[in-house]
């Protein structure tokens, strides 16, 4: 299977990573599921309703990607997979800007479904990324939240 991971501050084309993809894999693959995060206006986590207006996320390199490795060759060992995509920005984002890319190829969709879905669980609680949200309410870290663990625990059965 086929992995690619990208940490980077600008900004990504879904359009040319889907293309690339279908381009690479052609008659391989029978779907192709993706998931594309964005930068919220408020933060629904704490609950407090501050309306965001940066959102920075740090991370070091090497350690992040590992990070993220561990959760794909997880993916591949469970889900017969030919592609996984993943494109995690950094710096200081704006609301509405995109965050996150998660795009899986497979022969079947059940099988893309459910590892695109798996990896960004993950992602949410594993992967080495710090994020830190300036609002009108203040300045803090983001943790993950009980759901996001959830979540992610509910994969581990």
């Known amino acids: 299977m086929d992995q690619q ?3 980077q501050q600008q900004d990504f084309s879904v359009d040319k990573i889907y293309a690339a993809m279908r381009h690479e894999y052609g008659n391989k693959v029978g779907a192709i599921a993706s ?3 964005l930068v919220r206006d408020h933060n629904a986590a704490a609950g407090d309703g501050g309306d965001v207006q940066t959102l920075t996320i740090e991370h070091y390199p090497g350690m992040t990607e590992k990070s993220i490795q561990k959760i794909l060759d997880y993916a591949e060992e ?3 997979l030919i592609a996984i995509h993943v494109v995690h920005r950094v710096g200081t984002m704006a609301p509405s800007e995109q965050i996150v890319l998660v795009m899986v190829a ?6 893309a479904f459910a590892g695109a879905q798996y990896v960004m669980d993950c992602l949410k609680t594993e992967a080495v990324f710090w994020k830190n949200e300036r609002s009108d309410l203040g300045q803090g870290w983001v943790e993950s939240t009980n759901a996001d663990k959830f979540r992610a625990k509910m994969w581990d059965s």
């Open 78 to 80: 469970r889900w017969p």
């Open 35 to 37: 998931f594309v995060g």
């Open 5 to 7: 991971i990208q940490i």
């Open 106 to 111: 497979s022969s079947h969709r059940d099988a």
